[in-house]
């Protein structure tokens, strides 16, 4: 069964940088074609994707946000971990990761809402 | 960057109904379409994926189609439950892009 669970602050303050955890199971981030990825809703906004790291360690980044974001992963702690730094209250969001497998998006987890204020 | 575009952006619709959301990719994406439905406070669900294929559990009722630049996601029979925003997805190259979704509302 495969799960995936977002974990980070609730609330940062404008400037900060954010760090948010995604931790699963029931797949290795080490087999050959697995992908974990992230992506945010903004309140009444569409779905963003943001990175996405590869099993070989390949990494891919949103065109606009790149130079604020850094995805990483610990295969031994089936976790993996996105930064992003300089946060503003435009990046209110809920924060989701998610699996992908063979060019889709298949499992998500339920997201993680990171309020940006003073 | 591909943009993904869709149309309409909101939709009524009563149950029973059978509707079409468009979806168009600024260069040729192949097949590469992903289609997700997203109801508040959840996480998003795959429904369709390689443009036609669809995902494991997802009901009949969900079938899509298209190639290259243009796709469509078609809900025949609409459902209480599919009440939802419903959002494609390029998986041609990354970045990944969504489009703007389309809302599915109660008529």
């Known amino acids: 069964q495969v799960t995936l669970r977002e974990s980070g602050p609730a609330l940062v303050k404008p400037t900060q940088t954010l760090t948010l955890t995604c931790t699963f199971s029931?797949?290795?981030?080490?087999?050959?074609?697995?992908?974990v990825s992230w992506i945010r809703q903004a309140p009444g906004k569409a779905l963003e994707w943001l990175a996405r790291i590869d099993w070989d360690d390949d990494k891919h980044y949103s065109t606009s946000l790149k130079t604020r974001l850094t995805i990483s992963k610990d295969t031994s702690k089936n976790q993996v971990v996105l930064t992003m730094t300089n946060m503003d209250p435009v990046d209110t969001a809920t924060y989701y990761c998610a699996r992908e497998v063979v060019t889709f998006l298949d499992y998500w987890g339920q997201g993680t809402l990171v309020t940006v204020s003073a | 960057d591909i943009q993904m575009t869709q149309s309409p952006s909101s939709l009524s619709a009563s149950v029973g109904d059978s509707v079409a959301i468009a979806c168009r990719a600024s260069q040729t994406i192949r097949t590469y379409l992903n289609w997700f439905q997203h109801k508040p406070g959840k996480a998003p669900k795959l429904l369709i994926f390689?443009?036609?294929s669809l995902q494991s559990g997802v009901p009949s009722r969900f079938s899509g189609s298209g190639s290259g630049t243009d796709f469509t996601l078609t809900i025949s029979s609409l459902q209480p439950e599919d009440f939802a925003t419903y959002y494609c997805q390029q998986s041609y190259t990354t970045p990944r892009t969504f489009g703007q979704g389309t809302k599915v509302e109660i008529k």
């Open positions: 029931g797949f290795s981030l080490s087999t050959s074609g697995m992908c």
């Open positions: 390689a443009a036609s």
